[in-house]
């Protein structure tokens, strides 16, 4: 004798699908195993894993471009204090300035010349000195390599820089004695300020130069990125289609344990009146 039961009703496949479909709701990705698709799951992690990638090198453009803009700022002031400071030269180049005159135009001078070497020492970007070698080292700064991409020659490289009034030629100015400031000695130092000015003019120019390229690299990263998101995407789950999977595997999946409960039930009673 056979007693049969409803084990078509205890399909396997219906808890997996179910699985399956709430798996794909929650992680919001269409492929999660390899047994789902394991050439599209190989090409869908890829370009996740570049998507990373390009998101970190747009970070890290974005701190290049916050470094070359303090840069900027920094050596901006720098240069109006070598405007101020020519302006007093040529205050005292003239005869008709007095010798008190001319020692307090120098004493200014000093001032500003110390404020100069301050914003050097003080400018850095995380720690990181940006007009000298350190805070205390006023020779020339490191040079600044940006990782601007995903490989690793994808450099965008700052000069070294010494923007301080020892790398712009300022010593002697730094160093002038009131005794012997006279006229003559304050229009020789309007080349010896010029200089500096052009200096500086080189260093401004090339930092611009260079946050020209961050940004050009930036946005052309952030198009890639995107481009490649959006390829990405159709690997994504498509909700209503899953949820609606879901249901309906959750429905067959109590009418499968209902129908087993039902099943036992009869046997245990065909069983029992056959015993009886």
Do not use: C, H, W
Request: charged letters at 15%; hydrophobic letters at 30%; zero cysteines.
């Amino acid at each position: 004798m056979q007693i049969n039961s409803n084990n078509s009703l205890l399909n396997q496949n219906v808890y997996l699908n179910a699985n399956q479909a709430l798996t794909r709701i929650a992680t919001g990705i269409e492929l999660n195993r390899s047994s789902d698709n394991a050439s599209s799951l190989a090409i869908a992690n890829n370009l996740l894993s570049q998507s990373s990638g390009y998101s970190q090198a747009i970070e890290n453009t974005n701190s290049a471009v916050a470094a070359t803009q303090i840069t900027s700022g920094a050596t901006n002031e720098q240069s109006k204090i070598l405007d101020n400071i020519k302006e007093k030269l040529l205050q005292a180049s003239t005869d008709t300035t007095s010798k008190e005159g001319r020692d307090a135009i120098l004493k200014d001078i000093k001032s500003q010349l110390e404020q100069f070497d301050k914003i050097a020492s003080s400018t850095n970007y995380n720690g990181q000195s940006l007009l000298q070698k350190s805070a205390t080292d006023n020779s020339a700064s490191n040079i600044q390599q940006y990782q601007s991409g995903l490989k690793g020659e994808n450099l965008i490289e700052t000069p070294a820089v010494q923007s301080n009034t020892t790398g712009l030629g300022l010593s002697n100015l730094v160093n002038q004695d009131s005794s012997t400031f006279t006229s003559e000695v304050a229009r020789n130092f309007l080349e010896t300020v010029d200089k500096a000015n052009n200096g500086l003019n080189t260093i401004r120019s090339e930092m611009g130069s260079i946050q020209n390229q961050l940004e050009s690299s930036g946005r052309n990263l952030l198009t890639q990125r995107t481009n490649t998101q959006n390829a990405a995407s159709m690997f994504d789950t498509d909700y209503a289609k899953e949820s609606s999977n879901f249901s309906k595997q959750n429905i067959l999946a109590k009418i499968g344990a209902f129908g087993q409960a039902q099943s036992s039930y009869i046997n245990q009673q065909i069983v029992s009146r056959l015993i009886g």
